[in-house]
Structure formats: structure tokens, C-alpha cells
């Protein structure tokens, strides 16, 4: 089963705008990840975050864990229209190798 | 970054009939690859994960006589849609690890299939 709320479900934003996704989680984890999809297509892996970190940076991308609450959040700095996307986060370790469970993800809408 | 492919992208089937959908890692090996299936503004609902030379190993919920799936190489993964019917209409969408310690997972384009 699916596991993971993410909060918001839907964002709206100006450009420029920080836009901030939770997500929290329910089993023990190896590492959570967060992936980006644009309407219709595959995902692509944004960054992974180890279960002994606590923060982590990429670009405009800054990811947070806190195994302590189950959760993490996806920071999007000075966004832009191109962000528009669904962003998702999956935990690892849940059943095995590799088998990535998504939450429910976070539609964001970056306006010019 | 490596690249997985899938086809067909979009397939319109009547009900009945029976659907492929192939997955493949085109610059690495994927001995394990992954299917989702997806609904419109929806998540990614693991179905099941494809072991290359044994069987697949499905999640609780799916049908395995519904959904089979075949893993015959290290690049190639299919799942065939069997008797398909328009509750199966979803966006179907395949992945496989990565190599190294990253565990970066790397996604297909995904499958559009429509059964009337």
C-alpha cells in the first residue's frame, strides 16, 4: 500500500515565489527521494536524502528529514514557471531492495 | 544519466483484448526493474517489481494472471495487459535502478493505455 501524505496537494505560486512541500511517511526508512513529473511524462529524480541526514542542498533545491516525525520538505527557491510540475516523494526501505513507495504528491503551479 | 524506454507511449484497445507494454534500460543492465501504475492526478501505485530469469513478485492487490510480466534480459521488462478492460485505463510507468550507491531510480516515459 501506498504510504505518504504530502501537503500541500496542490500549490500556486508567483514567480520568484520559495515554494515549500511536506511529506511525511509511516515505516522505517533507508532514504527518501523526491521526483519531479511534468503532466503526462516520467519522473525525475530531484535528489536523495539519507535517514542519518538532516538537511540537504542542490542548486535551488534545499531537502529536509526528520525521522524523528516521519517527515521531510522540499524547499524550491526563487522559483519559475519551468518548475510547474507534480512533485513526489519516495522512502526506501520499506520491502526492499530498491522498491521506492510514493507519497501522494504536491501539483505545483509557478506563475509568470 | 541512464536512460529507460518504453513502448508503446500511448495505446487505444478494445475491451477484451490483450495489451504489451515493454520496458527497456538502453545504457545499463537492469536485473530489477519496477511498474507503476498511475491515475490521473494521482501517485505512483507500485504493481510489481520484474526479476530478470524468475518470477515477478507482485503487490498485495495486483492480479498476477492480470498483469504478467516478464523479465527475459538484462535491458527488457514486459508487462502484458491481459483481457483488458476500462477500469485498466491508466498511465503505466516503468523503472530501474540505478547503478552505484545513489540509489537513484530512472523512470520510463510511460504508457498511456486507453481501452474502450
Known amino acids: 500500500s501506498q504510504q505518504g501524505e504530502e501537503d500541500p496537494q496542490a500549490l500556486s505560486i508567483q514567480e520568484g515565489e520559495n515554494a515549500t512541500m511536506n511529506c511525511s511517511y509511516k515505516t522505517s526508512i533507508n532514504n527518501l527521494q523526491w521526483y519531479r513529473q511534468n503532466s503526462g511524462r516520467g519522473l525525475v529524480h530531484l535528489i536523495l536524502?539519507?535517514?542519518?541526514?538532516r538537511e540537504k542542498h542542490s542548486g535551488r533545491l534545499r531537502v529536509t528529514l526528520d525521522t524523528s516525525k516521519k517527515s521531510s520538505s522540499l524547499l524550491i527557491t526563487a522559483s519559475r514557471a519551468a518548475d510547474t510540475a507534480s512533485y513526489f516523494c519516495a522512502t526506501d526501505g520499506a520491502g526492499g531492495y530498491n522498491k521506492l513507495i510514493f507519497g501522494a504528491g504536491t501539483r505545483l503551479a509557478v506563475h509568470p | 544519466g541512464a536512460v529507460v524506454s518504453q513502448h508503446p507511449s500511448r495505446v487505444i484497445c478494445k475491451s477484451g483484448t490483450s495489451v504489451k507494454i515493454e520496458c527497456r534500460s538502453l545504457d545499463f543492465q537492469a536485473t530489477t526493474m519496477f511498474w507503476y501504475r498511475q491515475f490521473p492526478k494521482k501517485s505512483l501505485m507500485l504493481m510489481a517489481t520484474s526479476n530478470e530469469g524468475s518470477k515477478a513478485t507482485y503487490e498485495q492487490g495486483v492480479e498476477k494472471d492480470k498483469f504478467l510480466i516478464n523479465h527475459a534480459s538484462l535491458t527488457l521488462s514486459t508487462l502484458t495487459v491481459t483481457s483488458a478492460h476500462p477500469e485498466d485505463s491508466s498511465f503505466y510507468i516503468c523503472s530501474a535502478p540505478g547503478q552505484g550507491a545513489r540509489n537513484e531510480q530512472f523512470f520510463g516515459p510511460g504508457t498511456r493505455l486507453t481501452v474502450l
Open positions: 536524502i539519507r535517514s542519518n541526514e
